[in-house]
């Protein structure tokens, strides 16, 4: 016992020694800063159309984060009524596969857009089941829901499309067009949601009944018990919103972007989302902040291709920006993120 | 501790699930619909004495060309370099051939799916049944190669220029079974593996070349997956090459008096030839840019930018195949596509294996640029004349791409 304490001990050490040189070097602060001072640059020095420019980057900004922003909001609701999602990306992927696959089966692309966030519901359910009723480890559910997603999307993929040749084409959702110095800009359907949702996420999160109850919930489950709150429903029903939302985010992917569903399509944007969560400190405005911060370096790395061509180490750069960035965050560089204290810990009455 | 081990239990089953479901849909060799079974074996020594491949004089040039379809029987004419007592052993027969696709899907509508026609095309005149295994991650080359070793396959096809260690290593640990090795140029001959290369800068200038003389804001975009793979290195530098052709030599025909060509090339790992969502984005940031021509390549990374530039209303091009027939949503603003003919190349090789004259080292196959068809009345007469002048330039080398990759 003592010997594990001692572990334990040296273990959140290395944590603190591990912080503070992150704390000291300050190095990804700097490259976000250049990155900024290039965008500046071309903007008012090198371009000829600067108007052109400023709105290219922010409507790529929007339509790259839109992924991140839906799973990132799915995470925060999901946690901060105390259980940990990190089966974001499964869910995504879900919501992908059976938006695409209604989508092609009826040739409705709305059919699809509407029945993803379900789908993300019903895979959300396993999570919630195994982790509120069988007090499963969170993040061993989690997990699962992953790996089971990926083959479960591939499989049945590969049953319903590869071996008959059906038509995978589910169609593609309308998207918001307009024009700046005929220059061609699109943001589509699901993006717009995306940043609606985020605010109806605040309101609900932070100016209803409901959503303080999540946030009881999510501290001190006890007290709130106490208080009356039924802390399995309030959590069962805040784990199918975070399906929801994560499905809805898949969509951007199968139903937004590309029109059909490919397998893994979904490529870790689930995670990213995780991390944009923590690092907008559990709340919906500061997660979509954390997702526009990352949207933000793809977009940039787009960009400059157009601006500078292949620059190898810029572009070797801002392709390995938003890692790097993740990995700061997730170390607790950028400001102190406290995550609801009952996050992770399975309640049961006694 | 928490106490449910019932709950402990359900996770390992779902696990399990998990596990099988993944077994199932991943890597069993999936037998094509192919012809008779029956007729495999049994027939193989038949025809042996008809090739006289054994006479092979040693023809030096090892990346003597396997040319354009059609020139089978000339392929099954042309003396054999170093044949193999496998590959003489191997006369008329009737080959089982096993198939490693890269990574992505058997229909990816691109390279696998082109490759793979040609084994099809093969085995239905053949008789035999081919098998394919669809390749999830870098690090199964080797073991799905080594699974058609394992079952006795006679040609072991492999496709991409990644599988390139793999195919190698095992065709120097199995010199009585054939490989080919599609996109994989070879250095040092390995006499029971052909490598089938193509010249994609050509396809890339003749590509340039169209979308040069078509764009009205000149400038032009390409969208690849990783640079790392020297096959789409060569179509996009290429593509370069074409562009800058165009504005020394063919002025008149460029409508905004120069081109301006940007590329983005797919950051290297597991899904560079499969993330159709990074092509659409890629191909909308261009668009914006101001590229009003988008040339897409490189798996369904490349599918994804096709198709999001013809739904952006923007001429698009795309690669390996006539990506008229397998981008269907593309078609109406379907340029034309830089193809490389694997499945013609794939298709020859292995005639000439069946007959015994299959080469160690590099086979070049052929390139070009498929039928506008939709867009014909688009393409000015002026530019299609000039397109065919440099093909025909590009082939007696008096145009010179300048790429070395």
Not at chain 1, 9 to 36: C, F, N, T
Not at chain 2, 128 to 150: N, W
Not at chain 2, 277 to 306: E, K, P, R
Request: proline share 3%; hydrophobic share 50%; with cysteine.
């Amino acid at each position: 016992m003592a010997q594990v304490l001692v572990d334990r001990e040296e273990k959140i050490d290395s944590a603190r020694s591990m912080r503070q040189y992150l704390r000291h070097s300050r190095w990804p602060l700097v490259a976000l800063g250049l990155l900024l001072l290039i965008f500046i640059w071309r903007v008012f020095f090198g371009s000829n159309q600067p108007l052109v420019d400023i709105v290219s980057v922010i409507i790529l900004t929007l339509s790259f984060a839109t992924p991140i922003t839906l799973g990132a909001l799915s995470g925060t609701f999901s946690e901060r009524s105390g259980v940990v999602n990190i089966g974001i990306e499964g869910m995504m992927l879900t919501g992908a596969f059976f938006g695409a696959l209604v989508g092609a089966l009826t040739g409705q692309v709305w059919l699809g857009l509407i029945l993803a966030p379900i789908s993300g519901m019903a895979i959300a359910l396993i999570h919630a089941v195994l982790s509120i009723y069988f007090r499963v480890d969170q993040i061993i559910s989690g997990t699962v829901i992953n790996i089971f997603a990926f083959g479960l999307t591939a499989y049945l993929y590969s049953l319903i499309f590869t071996s008959s040749r059906r038509n995978a084409d589910a169609g593609i959702l309308p998207s918001l067009k307009f024009n700046i110095d005929a220059a061609p800009f699109t943001l589509g359907l699901v993006s717009v949601l995306a940043i609606a949702l985020i605010f109806v996420g605040h309101y609900i999160l932070f100016y209803t009944t409901w959503g303080l109850r999540t946030r009881a919930v999510g501290e001190n489950p006890k007290a709130a018990d106490t208080a009356g709150v039924n802390v399995f429903k309030v959590r069962y029903i805040n784990v199918l919103i975070s399906g929801f939302l994560a499905g809805l985010g898949g969509t951007y992917f199968s139903l937004q972007v590309v029109g059909y569903f490919k397998e893994g399509m979904t490529v870790g944007s689930g995670f990213i989302a995780l991390a944009a969560m923590i690092f907008g400190k559990w709340t919906p405005l500061g997660a979509w902040g954390a997702a526009l911060l990352f949207g933000f370096c793809q977009a940039m790395d787009s960009a400059l291709q157009s601006w500078y061509g292949q620059i190898e180490w810029l572009h070797t750069f801002t392709q390995a920006l938003p890692y790097v960035v993740t990995i700061i965050v997730l170390t607790g560089l950028v400001g102190r993120s406290r995550p609801p204290a009952a996050v992770g810990v399975p309640y049961s009455k006694q | 501790m928490r106490k449910n081990s019932s709950a402990s239990l359900l996770v390992v089953l779902s696990l399990m699930t998990v596990l099988l479901l993944a077994a199932c849909g991943d890597n069993t060799a999936t037998t094509a619909p192919a012809a008779t079974t029956a007729a495999a074996a049994t027939t193989a020594a038949a025809g042996t004495t008809a090739a006289a491949a054994t006479t092979a004089a040693a023809a030096g040039t090892t990346a003597a060309a396997t040319t354009a379809a059609g020139t089978t029987a000339a392929a099954a004419a042309t003396t054999a370099a170093g044949t193999t007592a496998a590959a003489a052993a191997g006369a008329g027969k009737k080959l089982k051939v096993g198939f490693v696709t890269d990574i992505g899907r058997i229909d990816d509508k691109s390279f696998n799916q082109s490759s793979w026609e040609g084994v099809q095309k093969y085995a239905k005149e053949a008789g035999t049944e081919p098998k394919y295994i669809e390749t999830k991650d870098t690090k199964d080359y080797a073991k799905h190669i080594k699974q058609f070793l394992d079952e006795k396959y006679d040609v072991i096809v492999t496709v991409g220029f990644l599988m390139a260690d793999a195919t190698t290593a095992a065709a120097k640990a199995n010199p009585n079974v054939l490989f080919i090795g599609v996109d994989q140029g070879q250095s040092t001959v390995i006499n029971n593996l052909a490598g089938l290369v193509f010249e994609e800068d050509k396809a890339g200038f003749l590509a340039a070349v169209l979308a040069a003389g078509m764009s009205q804001k000149g400038k032009i975009g390409g969208v690849f997956g990783t640079k790392s793979v020297p096959a789409v290195l060569r179509f996009g530098e290429g593509y370069k090459a074409g562009a800058t052709w165009m504005d020394a030599n063919q002025k008149s025909l460029v409508k905004a008096g120069k081109t301006e060509v940007t590329i983005a090339y797919h950051p290297d790992g597991d899904n560079a030839f499969s993330d159709p969502t990074w092509g659409a984005q890629q191909t909308q940031s261009l668009i914006q840019a101001g590229n009003d021509i988008i040339f897409g390549g490189g798996g369904s990374t490349g599918n994804g930018a096709v198709e999001a530039a013809v739904a952006a209303g923007v001429f698009a091009i795309g690669v390996d195949t006539d990506q008229y027939y397998t981008l269907p949503k593309a078609a109406p603003k379907l340029l034309s596509s830089a193809t490389k003919r694997l499945a013609d190349g794939v298709y020859d090789l292995l005639k000439a294996a069946s007959a015994g004259t299959l080469k160690g080292g590099n086979s070049v196959g052929p390139v070009g640029l498929a039928p506008f068809h939709d867009t014909e009345a688009a393409v000015p007469a002026e530019l299609k004349a000039l397109i065919t002048k440099v093909d025909a330039g590009l082939k007696d080398g008096t145009i010179k791409t300048g790429v070395k990759v």
